[in-house]
């Protein structure tokens, strides 16, 4: 009796329809890896809110987490001798949206377009609305409806098409 396995022929011809299942999902994950990637901008700008509201209560100082639609950046700077000044630190760089991703800012008591907003030593902070559209249309909101809240990410369903 021959010994059990696999000939060759029947390993290429495996190998042959997971390349061939792999091609048709291809499109279909590169739209799932460029919503993940506005999604994680979303999370990162989340933590950025969350870094100066705690180092303006620690510190005594305002921070602002800025936005720049036009060239798709945000960072955070802090006030120092009445002016702004940017930190120094890794987290005082310039970070990058992804490729397609669009950003904007607004309070949501008047609709009013934010370049900046700040975090002050009290604890408290602007309400707004940070909306970061993705190339395929996905949306993600970092909200803060009041004063005394702290930021959080949505994900507007109506904006999602469900």
């Given amino acids: 009796m021959a010994p059990a396995g696999f000939t060759l022929l029947e390993l290429i011809v495996v190998l042959g329809l997971v390349g061939v299942l792999l091609a048709l999902a291809a499109p279909s994950l590169r739209g799932f890896f460029a919503s993940r990637q506005t999604a994680d901008a979303a999370a990162q700008m989340l933590a950025l809110t969350q870094l100066a509201?705690?180092?303006a209560?620690?510190?005594g100082s305002v921070y602002r987490l800025n936005i720049d639609p036009q060239t798709g950046t945000y960072w955070l700077t802090v006030q120092d001798a009445g002016t702004f000044a940017?930190?120094?630190?890794?987290?005082g760089r310039r970070f990058r949206l992804p490729e397609g991703t669009t950003v904007r800012a607004w309070s949501p008591s008047g609709e009013?377009?934010?370049e900046y907003i700040e975090f002050h030593p009290s604890g408290r902070t602007e309400e707004a609305v940070i909306e970061l559209q993705g190339r395929q249309g996905e949306i993600f909101r970092v909200v803060c409806d009041?004063?005394?809240e702290a930021f959080r990410v949505v994900?507007?369903?109506?904006?999602?098409?469900?």
């Fill in 53 to 55: 509201g705690s180092r």
């Fill in 57 to 59: 209560a620690a510190q």
């Fill in 86 to 91: 940017d930190l120094g630190t890794e987290f």
């Fill in 112 to 114: 009013t377009t934010m």
């Fill in 146 to 148: 009041s004063a005394a």
């Fill in 155 to 162: 994900s507007p369903p109506e904006a999602q098409g469900s």
